[in-house]
């Protein structure tokens, strides 16, 4: 049988936490380099694609904060299940 290996969740907690500042900033972003797209009308889609992915925006963040939520228990679980394992395992018979 396979051993079992966990590694590093609470890396992949903080890439989900930069991920998700990444998209909750988009629309900020879009307005600080407002002027910097070239062309007006490109300024202007730039505009009109932040503005209209707001929901969509909004529901993979949702998704994105409830996976990082169950990655981030699941790290406390394991860490908790191998430190009970330690201690079963020290136990004197």
Do not use: C, Y
């Not at 380099?33 to 993979?60: C, E, P, T, V």
């Amino acid at each position: 049988m396979a051993d079992i290996v966990v590694r590093d969740l609470g890396g992949l907690v903080d890439d989900l936490n930069a991920l998700i500042e990444q998209f909750n900033s988009a629309t900020k972003f879009q307005n600080e380099f407002k002027g910097h797209w070239g062309q007006h009308n490109a300024n202007l889609s730039m505009g009109d694609f932040a503005h209209n992915w707001r929901i969509n925006r909004k529901k993979m963040v949702e998704s994105m904060e409830k996976f990082r939520d169950e990655v981030k228990s699941a790290e406390e679980n394991w860490a908790e299940g191998e430190r009970q394992l330690a201690a079963s395992l020290e136990e004197k018979p």
